[in-house]
């Protein structure tokens, strides 16, 4: 039985990110989501509610994921926690590869056991960035196109608009 973890900041999940959702599960049968808590870079939302998110978008667009969890440290250290052997990320675009083959390879340094699997994403999605929702909607944008209502309404809040 195939188990995988799909890793990132999420912040917030977009169309995009369910997108590589929805292609690993077709793959693994168990898909574990997890939320990174001390990112690289500054995060809009708390892992708590990035999370949270993650958890009421799936559940918001029918698609079905094992667990979602918080996690912090190694991410090759999370995987092996939950007996995982396969890592799933996602591509959208050129730009992507460098960063991406940068972090295979150093996981696969750390844990030669562990896998990195990546999924292209859908050609309607291969420009959508979590960065971008968050500008957009910053400046009073609409993004009812990349994010599931339930995060719009939250970067509404967030952002304080209306
Ligand atoms: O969505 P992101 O920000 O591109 O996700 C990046 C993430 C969370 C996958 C990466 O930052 C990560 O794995 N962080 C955990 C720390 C770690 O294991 N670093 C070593 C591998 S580069």
Not at 24 to 52: H, M, Y
Not at 58 to 78: H, P, W
Request: charged residues 30%; proline residues 4%.
């Amino acid at each position: 039985m195939p188990k995988a973890i799909y890793p990132g900041s999420f912040d917030p999940i977009t169309y995009g990110h369910l997108d590589i959702i929805e292609r690993a599960e077709k793959i693994f049968d168990d898909l574990i989501v997890g939320v990174v808590e001390n990112p690289r870079k500054e995060t809009l939302f708390s892992p708590q509610t990035r999370k949270e998110l993650v958890e009421e978008a799936t559940s918001e667009e029918g698609i079905n994921v094992s667990r979602v969890i918080t996690f912090s440290g190694l991410l090759v250290n999370c995987a092996k926690k939950y007996n995982r052997k396969s890592i799933v990320r996602g591509l959208r675009a050129n730009s992507d590869f460098e960063y991406e083959f940068q972090m295979a390879l150093t996981n696969r340094d750390l844990a030669p056991e562990i896998e990195s699997v990546f999924l292209m994403t859908s050609g309607e999605y291969s420009f959508l960035s979590s960065s971008i929702v968050k500008e957009v909607k910053g400046l009073g944008g609409d993004v009812s196109s990349f994010v599931p209502q339930v995060v719009e309404r939250r970067l509404v809040e967030k952002f304080d608009l209306k």
